[in-house]
């Protein structure tokens, strides 16, 4: 009876292959989480911002229907935690149409203040009000900041 099995040799041979395929996927695999660790920052970033302006397409009756923050409150946040929460905002006045209409984000967890690298938004909400992901790099500056202008 022949013994059945793998000798030695064919092991190596396997690990070997295996290897070098694994050396050539590996480089591709990384360069394709950049891109998407980038676009889900942007997809982030713009979902912030249509909370904030809110959406001037979406009309409905002759009015906004989709106002956001500042349409509500009128004015920008002091910061990104007043989207989820009122604090010293004025109720929301079904007449007038004006106050505190939140929350204007899902909060569940916080990852809407944060990028896919796990790092807070910065906001700016002086000038010209900006959003701003420091990128993989976790730094200001280095050419991979993303930053969103604040408007209609």
Known sequence: ??????????????????????????????????PSKI????????????????????????TYSARGFRGDVGSFPNALFDLVSQGS??????YTRKGWNG???DSSGGQYLIDAWGNNFVYSSSGTPTITSYGQDSASGGGDDIVVELRY
Do not use: C, Q, S
Request: glycine share 6%; charged share 20%; net charge positive.
């Open 1 to 34: 009876m022949k013994d059945k099995g793998f000798t030695l040799m064919e092991l190596i041979i396997v690990i070997i292959i295996v290897a070098v395929l694994a050396a050539v996927a590996v480089p591709r695999f990384w360069d394709l989480i950049t």
């Open 39 to 62: 676009n889900v920052t942007k997809h982030r970033m713009e979902e912030i911002k249509k909370a904030i302006v809110g959406t001037p397409e979406m009309t409905g009756a002759g």
């Open 89 to 94: 905002y004025p109720n929301w006045d079904r």
């Open 103 to 105: 929350p204007y984000v």
